[in-house]
């Protein structure tokens, strides 16, 4: 499987430190992108608490399949996403628990998307309204399905886009990792075919450019370290009103 692959992260205009976190393992086909939240640092300590623990049980489950797992596989899923979906609630019970343990901590929680590719196929796995994208033949799609309060009225009452443009609760996140000590993993089964962009996002990118913006800018960077460089900008010369992290992940073929 060939793949090309880069990520940034930056802390945007407005805000003073970065709590988004980035992770990419090649050696795993394994990309990952969490929005921290919960301020005075502890939003940075629940993303890196996320990435790290994801990539610990993805080398852990790599060296050793007989490995025993904190929580039983999911009969409807294959092994492939069981483990996607192991290590992201893994890491949700670890910032729950150090959350519960230290009050400096309360509160503090972060949206994760990952992406993960395997012989065959790949998987989306996301909670929270950090993005993935797939760019095929020109067109952009969003894969994920946002875990927030503005998407949950969108698909309640379909709302007009004067009314989602000055929806008052924009920034408010329904499932995201630390919330509770269970969560629910929404996992998407992808088809790679050669050529395509897989983009994850923290909203500090997605909140400030629209998704054909983030597309022409993608497909018209000569490589994918470039093109994470001119979002990022483009996100910041629009406002840059939060923390931005973006990961291109590029499938050339098996």
Known sequence: MKLKYAGLTHVGMKRTHNEDNLALLPEESLYIVADGMGGHASGEVASQMAVETIMSFFRMTTRDEDVTWPFKEEKNLRYDENRLVAAIKFSNQR???????????KGMGTTIVTAFFTQGGAYLGHVGDSRGYRIRDGEIEQITDDHSLLNDYIKANKLTPEEIENFPHKNVIVRALGMKDTVQVDVNRLDPKPGD??????????????DEQIRDITLAAPDLETGCENLINAANENGGTDNITVA?????GE
């Open 95 to 105: 910032i729950y628990e150090a959350a519960a343990r230290e009050a400096r901590f």
């Open 197 to 210: 962009y897989y983009l994850l996002c923290s909203d500090g990118l997605s909140g400030m450019i629209t």
């Open 248 to 252: 291109l992940v590029q499938f050339m």
